[in-house]
Each structure stands twice: as structure tokens, then as C-alpha cells.
């Protein structure tokens, strides 16, 4: 049974991979904030208002019964040959029964609205990696890098989470490289800004090349000087953001564990990924865990199929490869299908019914309301320091079903599982 007055105490916040549990949730009409001024909560926590009837399911526009939008839902999913399942922000449970439909419908998974997972992907499965955690940072890091991303433009607390500047935490120097630091640094932090030469790459690679043991004449001496920096760090860190990393992030992703490794012999390093939002990098893990392969794999009754180029959901959908995109946003009422080109299912809160009305998207869609890990439904979050799997609980019961209800019913809609 839910209080509706009590604030909710350590609340974990699922609207970035961060999933700070610091904060409270004071509940009234509307679910408000404490202890933070983090405006991507904020907007999330204003966008996740009840908003009554208008927000319930629809079929091509119509409004339905829920029953009757997961049946025409399962009648596409049916007909569609060459399905993507895209969006994918969903728990742990959702991307459990993803993979159990993906399976089902031959279906191909992948974020389908950018490749920033798939930069941090493909380096791993070229190069490995060295990656950190957020306890690990503010516990031992004495240097930051952040890497072409101010961070907190998209995930506001990190520097919080790290402890900068604060009493007892060994994180006190921030170096930004690519990019001008963001207002509202805590003071007595040492920031320094190294522009570089407006090509990333090129100078992640020439750091590598200045911290590989036969060292780069003629370097660049801001980044020698960045280089000697780290070398004299106790424990440094790289921080990077896929989504701000330019086409073929995967080659700067690479260079940066490359540095790693380098500063790894002598002292200590790692990098850490800020994933935005937690679902995707959650779902890629269900995936691996269950058939041995990332995104971007085509799930068969026969054996999965992987290929990082010519299954990318995005090329899948403007080449008109697909013939359905079922879109998961439990999170972000937001965050729309990318296109609509072509038939979709899409799962979203409620508050999304309108913005698909506004956006023209009625026609050729099944609309079914979903409740959202952490607002409205219990679920469990991968946080972006990876491997960390968070519980997220439920602040009030808006009698929604989660995405793993709803993907449940139409696989069982579907037939037996194979
Ligand atoms: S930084 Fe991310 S997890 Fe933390 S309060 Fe803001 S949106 Fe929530």
C-alpha cells in the first residue's frame, strides 16, 4: 500500500543512467524533486503528470480499449516480416521480455535513434576495455578528463556524484578537451579547458601516441602537457559521452582505452561511459546475457545473426529494410519513433498520446500507455558505471501494466514461444 502524502526517502531517479538515490520525492499532484535542482528530473518529473482520459491507448488515431489496441498490436506484429524493435528504453524485466518476442518475430534490436551505444560497443568488441565506477571515482580519481562532453549537460548531478570538490572525496582537478567547461563548477576545483585542434580524434590519438612508451615528438604542448598531467595523476579518469562523440566514435573510444592501458602500467586509470539514458545499455545486456550477442542482432527461431553495420535500426528504417517498428520510450514521452514511414506499435507513458496526436503520428500506429520504472512501477536499472544493477520502486500506482506485461501479452497473442 503507497502513502500518498509521505515523501519518498532515497528515492532512485530512473530519468538518466546516473540513477541518483540521494534525493527525495515529495508526492501531491504532481511528484516534485528534493534535495536537487537537476532539471532533466524536473522536466521529466512535470512530463509524467496524471493526464487523464486523452493519454489512453489508440489504433491508427482511434481511441481503444487496451485489450483492444495489444490485439491489433499483435495482429502487425504477426503480418510484419522484417521487424525493428527500436527505442528500447525499458528495465531489465522489459528487455527480458523483449528478447522472448525478438525471438518470437525474427525481430532485430537496436536503439534505431543514434549510435552512441554502439561507439562504446564496437571499441569493447575490437579493443576491450578498462572502464571504472562512479564509487571508484569519487573515492580515488584525482583527475578528471572529460572528453569532447561537458557531462552534466545530460546527466546534471555527475559531478555531484563524483564528488567533486567535496570534503572527503579525492576528485579535485577537471580538464575538458573539445569543449568549454560548463557554468557552475564547484569552487576550489582546478578546471582547465584544452580546445584542441577541433578534430577529436586527432587528438586523442596524438594523447595515445604522447603516453605510448616511444612517446610523439613535435606534439601539440597543451595535449603534452595533458600528457604529463596524467602520467603524474594517482588515479585518473576519462570520461565520454557516445552521444556527443562524432561518426565513428568507436575510433575515439578506442584511442581513450588505449590511454588507459598506457597509464595502467605505472599508475592507475579507467574510462567511464555516460550512457543517457539507462534503458538501452540495460537491454544490451539482457540480450548478451541470453543469446552470447549485443544489439543489432536478428533474433531467430534458428540462431541469432549479428552484424553492427548492415542490422543498425536507424540504416534498417531509411533504407526501407523494416516492415514495423515496434518503439519502447517507458521514460521519455518525448522521445518519438523516428519516422513514420512505416507501421508502429509504440509503448510510451501516457503523456505521450498527446505528443504522437501533435506530431500527426496517428495513422498506421498502435499507442498502448505503459507505466514507468520509478514513477509509476517497480523495476530494476543498469547504471551507466555498467554491471550495477539498481532497483527502482514505484512513488504511486497509477494502475498501468509495464512493458514486460504488455510484451508478455503479445507474445502470448503470438503462439507458443519457439
Ligand atoms: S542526474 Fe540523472 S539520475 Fe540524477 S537526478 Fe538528474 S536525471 Fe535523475
Redesign the pocket.
Known amino acids: 500500500m503507497i502513502d500518498p502524502i509521505a515523501p519518498v526517502v532515497g528515492w532512485t531517479?530512473?530519468?538518466?543512467?546516473?540513477?541518483?538515490d540521494e534525493?527525495e520525492l515529495a508526492q501531491g499532484a504532481a511528484l516534485e524533486?528534493r534535495g536537487?535542482d537537476?532539471p532533466?528530473?524536473r522536466a521529466?518529473l512535470a512530463a509524467h503528470r496524471p493526464v487523464g482520459a486523452a493519454a489512453g491507448a489508440s489504433v491508427d488515431a482511434a481511441p481503444a480499449s487496451i485489450d483492444a489496441a495489444v490485439a491489433a498490436a499483435a495482429q502487425r506484429l504477426a503480418r510484419w516480416q522484417r521487424p525493428v524493435f527500436g527505442g528500447l528504453d525499458t528495465d531489465l524485466e522489459g528487455a527480458r521480455a523483449l528478447h522472448r518476442l525478438a525471438v518470437m518475430t525474427g525481430a532485430i534490436c537496436d536503439t534505431v535513434d543514434g549510435d552512441a551505444l554502439f561507439h562504446g560497443l564496437r571499441a569493447l568488441q575490437d579493443r576491450g576495455q578498462a572502464s571504472t565506477t562512479l564509487g571508484e571515482v569519487r573515492s580515488r580519481a584525482d583527475l578528471l578528463v572529460c572528453v569532447g562532453t561537458r557531462a552534466i549537460e545530460r546527466?546534471?548531478?555527475?559531478f555531484r556524484?563524483c564528488g567533486l570538490g567535496q570534503a572527503g572525496s579525492a576528485c579535485s582537478e577537471l580538464v575538458f578537451l573539445g569543449v568549454a567547461p560548463p557554468p557552475g563548477i564547484p569552487a576550489g576545483v582546478a578546471v582547465r579547458a584544452l580546445p584542441g585542434s577541433g578534430d577529436l580524434f586527432a587528438d586523442v590519438q596524438q594523447l595515445a601516441a604522447l603516453l605510448a612508451p616511444r612517446g610523439l615528438a613535435g606534439a601539440d604542448p597543451e595535449l603534452a602537457a595533458l600528457a604529463q598531467r596524467l602520467r603524474a595523476a594517482r588515479y585518473s579518469v576519462l570520461v565520454w559521452e557516445g552521444a556527443t562523440l562524432p561518426a565513428h566514435g568507436a575510433l575515439v573510444v578506442e584511442a581513450l582505452q588505449r590511454i588507459a592501458a598506457s597509464l595502467n602500467a605505472t599508475s592507475r586509470a579507467g574510462t567511464l561511459a555516460l550512457a543517457g539514458s539507462p534503458g538501452p545499455s540495460g537491454v544490451n545486456h539482457v540480450l548478451t546475457w541470453r543469446s552470447g550477442l549485443p544489439l543489432r542482432t536478428r533474433a531467430a527461431p534458428e540462431g541469432p545473426e549479428h552484424d553492427p553495420v548492415r542490422f543498425a535500426g536507424a540504416r534498417m528504417l531509411a533504407e526501407r529494410a523494416a516492415d514495423g517498428l515496434l518503439w519502447i520510450s517507458s521514460f521519455d514521452a518525448a522521445r518519438l519513433p523516428p519516422t513514420d514511414a512505416l507501421d508502429s506499435i509504440v509503448l510510451g507513458p501516457p503523456s505521450m498520446a498527446p505528443a504522437l496526436a501533435r506530431a500527426g503520428r496517428g495513422p498506421g500506429c498502435v499507442f498502448v500507455p505503459v507505466a514507468t520504472p520509478g514513477v509509476n512501477a517497480d523495476g530494476h536499472l543498469l547504471r551507466t558505471d555498467g554491471g550495477i544493477v539498481v532497483p527502482v520502486t514505484r512513488a504511486r500506482d497509477d494502475g498501468l501494466a509495464g512493458v514486460a506485461d504488455v510484451l508478455h501479452r503479445l507474445a502470448d497473442l503470438l503462439g507458443p514461444s519457439p
Not at 531517479?13 to 541518483?20: D, E
Open positions: 531517479c530512473p530519468f538518466c543512467a546516473l540513477l541518483c534525493f524533486l536537487s537537476c532533466r528530473a521529466a546527466h546534471p548531478e555527475f556524484r
